[in-house]
């Protein structure tokens, strides 16, 4: 089974921070892809632009091996590659000053009626600077976007100013605030479970589901990313867009329409229905923790402070959150969240639990009977499962066994799993702005989760140590089974 690949408009990608991490690790490669799958048109260029002195040959150089290093084995087609790396170009330009943006403006120049988008793969301190030299030296056009990577500011007033500094030069919706997550097949494949059937929407409520879990767990620690860390915390870095993200889409009402603001609009309605957690509750509804020394598969690992290298830090590697939303829908079903550094796997996953059956009619030497779950597993290996109650096979008498139908998206379709920027990517070109934040969506996201950092620092609330390679604090336990649940942690 294959799906069918429709070509988008021709298009110069600006992709600023074009010789970073990002950029070799994720958008060279995904932009490659796109171009073997057949989605580009031509005349189509990508142009990297950073403060490196690099001529375009030695651009191609660097996107080379890029590709060499982080492509799957058998994915590197020499005469696929070769016509890649002839539609690259590079610009040294500086954020700060005119230096290169003539240049710029001049290879931009040639393909007026492209579509154009600008990628800030650069630190979010520069945004503003970025955006103002495009329109000083005009080089916005009606078929201008920019793209814009998180953190999209570091609290709610950040956020504001940061949002009012690019919307002075770009319309909104021109802009588009990248969240990868929401790039990942299984994400769509949730709305498509919840609104292309009927089996699932009418029991999708209070009456029927017992609680929701959320988990993005990650086995690395800091990975060089000390000073950006130990300023965000797991609560920014990952709750506020990611999993708050994943938590609108699984709570949401049903869009009149896959149009994007009917969706974005549903979502925002999410956001704004979370209960407060603040200084009167938050350390009921949080746990903080930071990972000491312990062990990973490849063997013994430092400690959060060993790798910070600074001795003293009250950052939290791992947070875990009791939710609520107010509304009709989910009133009295908690959404339990957790995410954190140096766990026992690496595995993103919603968990979707239903009530157990009101009346058992089996006597005990059937077994017990266990409340169904369907599980949204997001990565490493994408796909979805239904546990049902069924009778075990054989004579003998009646035996219930719980187990799966399981879903792997690789093994049914047999297809590449498209990694979630090739997605988005294209999405920016093709203008589609549903799997993008809007401005409010972001600004209701730090609305709710700044009380809770200010929570913590009026209750003086401390990290609490977890050995790495396991599940958390046990704090964290107490959390989910104090309600008489049990975390999820099959991996």
Not at 47 to 63: Q, T, V, W
Not at 134 to 160: C, F, M, N, W, Y
Not at 171 to 179: G, L
Not at 214 to 235: P, Q, W
Request: charged letters at 25%; one cysteine or more.
């Amino acid at each position: 089974m294959s799906s069918q690949i429709i070509p988008v408009e021709p298009f110069d990608y600006v992709v600023f921070g074009g010789s970073g991490d990002l950029a070799e690790r994720k958008l060279l490669p995904a932009l490659y892809h796109r171009q073997v799958e057949g989605q580009f048109s031509e005349p189509t260029r990508i142009i990297g632009a950073s403060r490196s002195a690099l001529s375009n040959e030695e651009y191609r150089k660097f996107a080379d091996a890029a590709l060499k290093e982080h492509l799957k084995k058998g994915e590197y087609d020499e005469a696929e590659v070769k016509k890649f790396l002839a539609r690259l170009f590079y610009v040294p330009v500086d954020a700060r000053s005119d230096a290169g943006w003539d240049q710029l403006k001049k290879i931009l120049d040639e393909g007026k009626d492209r579509v154009r988008a600008f990628y800030l793969a650069v630190a979010p301190g520069i945004f503003g600077d970025i955006s103002q030299k495009i329109h000083d030296h005009k080089l916005i056009t009606k078929q201008t976007r920019i793209v814009v990577e998180k953190p999209i500011g570091r609290d709610l007033d950040s956020a504001l100013q940061l949002n009012d500094t690019i919307g002075k030069v770009f319309k909104e919706e021109q802009i588009f605030r990248i969240d990868h997550y929401l790039g990942k097949e299984t994400v769509q494949n949730l709305m498509a479970l919840r609104f292309a059937n009927a089996l699932y929407e009418p029991l999708w409520n209070a009456n029927h589901i017992d609680h929701v879990q959320i988990t993005v767990a990650e086995s690395v620690g800091l990975e060089g990313r000390a000073g950006y860390y130990d300023t965000a915390g797991a609560l920014r870095d990952m709750v506020q867009n990611h999993i708050l993200q994943l938590l609108c889409l699984t709570a949401m009402e049903i869009p009149s329409s896959m149009d994007s603001e009917a969706v974005r609009d549903e979502k925002l309605k999410v956001l704004r229905a979370l209960k407060p957690i603040n200084a009167s509750n938050v350390e009921q509804a949080t746990v903080r923790g930071q990972y000491r020394a312990g062990a990973s598969s490849g063997g013994p690992v430092k400690g959060y402070l060993d790798e910070l290298e600074g001795g003293v830090s009250n950052t939290e590697t791992f947070v875990a959150i009791k939710a609520e939303i107010g509304n009709w829908r989910w009133a009295g079903v908690p959404f339990y969240i957790r995410t954190g550094k140096r766990l026992a796997g690496r595995m993103s996953e919603i968990v979707i639990t239903f009530k157990p059956i009101p009346h058992n009619i089996f006597d005990q030497s059937a077994g017990r009977t266990v409340a169904n779950q369907l599980i949204i597993r997001l990565q490493p290996d994408e796909g979805v499962k239904q546990s049902l109650m069924i009778k075990d096979p054989g004579p003998g008498g009646m035996r219930l066994r719980n187990v799966s139908l399981d879903m792997s998206f690789a093994a049914a379709f047999n297809v590449r799993n498209p990694d979630a920027y090739e997605r988005l990517l294209m999405d920016v070109i093709r203008s589609n702005q549903t799997l993008f934040m809007r401005r409010d969506e972001v600004e209701a996201a730090w609305d709710w989760v700044d009380p809770i950092l200010k929570g913590w620092e009026t209750a003086g609330q401390q990290v609490q140590g977890y050995t790495a390679g396991t599940w958390g604090p046990s704090q964290a336990i107490a959390l989910i089974e104090r309600d008489g649940r049990t975390w999820h942690d099959d991996i």
